[in-house]
């Protein structure tokens, strides 16, 4: 089997996956924390112990691609990957000249995910998508059937309420994100749960009822004709969305590695130009 490695870069995470020359099927993924500083050296090992303990039968590894929102981590994680690859390492930039397109004002400020998530969504679904991605951030994405990001909305992530609570107070302790059994907690733990937990919930939600009343992708355009304009896909990613999307009203589909697919089909784009 040839396959390409992907890495996305987050602020919290990095995202490692193995996938299909075509960037649509993930043989195996890792995930390593962004925030321990590692030289070239030291990611090359990481990476050649993760590829020795990964699936059998991958024959080869024909390229890399890399999606970064940390430039400090970008450079020194391009060399350490073309150490264990046969062929070129890929950045995906805005000025990658993927076949989609950035209407927002200042195009070169998207970030790696966002436009990577345009493609994967314009390839995978051919709908008007809202790709909710809930990690460090929680980011919500606007894309046009034809693969067109038009803008969205940034919020802070999942993790950071319950960092700030542990950091801001002297009595609350860092708990787990996970469902509470119930929305009253009768600990601090499950209070703490409850809070997080039931309001990320409420916010993706309500920030999707408010995006479906914005926007109207489908408007002067023929693109759209046969669909309603609240015809809109909407799909949760991100390392938390198999926890929160399943108990939102909004959310249509979980796809945990649209992110990782949208770089391996950037790959696959960008080795045949």
């Excluded at 998207?110 to 998530?117: E, F, K």
């Excluded at 309420?161 to 994100?177: H, I, N």
């Excluded at 999707?208 to 926007?215: D, K, M, N, T, Y």
């Amino acid at each position: 089997m040839h396959c390409q490695l992907v890495a996305d870069v987050g602020n919290t995470e990095t995202v490692f996956g193995l996938l299909d020359l075509s960037g649509l099927e993930v043989v195996q993924s890792w995930r390593v924390s962004t925030r321990v500083p590692r030289t070239a050296a030291e990611y090359r090992v990481l990476l050649t112990a993760l590829l020795a303990d990964g699936p059998q039968g991958v024959t080869s590894i024909r390229r890399g691609v890399i999606g970064s929102v940390v430039p400090t981590v970008t450079r020194t994680l391009r060399e350490s990957m073309a150490s264990v690859t046969e062929g070129p390492v890929f950045e995906v930039t805005a000025d990658s000249g993927l076949p989609i397109s950035l209407d927002v004002e200042e195009p070169r400020t998207v970030g790696a995910d966002r436009i990577v998530n345009t493609l994967a969504a314009k390839t995978r679904f051919a709908r008007n998508t809202i790709a909710v991605d809930l990690g460090t951030a929680t980011t919500f994405d606007c894309i046009t059937a034809e693969g067109v990001f038009c803008g969205g909305v940034i919020a802070p992530g999942l993790s950071a309420g319950l960092d700030w609570l542990a950091r801001s107070t002297a009595k609350l302790p860092t708990v787990e994100l996970v469902p509470p059994g119930t929305v009253i907690g009768r600990r601090t733990e499950t209070c703490i749960q409850s809070g997080v937990f039931y309001s990320a919930i409420d916010a993706v939600d309500g920030m999707v009822a408010r995006i479906r009343e914005s926007w109207r992708p489908d408007e002067g355009s023929g693109a759209g004709e046969g669909r309603q304009p609240d015809d809109i896909l909407v799909v949760a990613t991100g390392g938390f969305a198999p926890v929160i999307a399943p108990h939102t009203r909004s959310v249509d589909r979980v796809e945990p590695f649209l992110t990782l697919q949208g770089l391996g089909i950037a790959g696959a784009y960008l080795a045949d130009r």
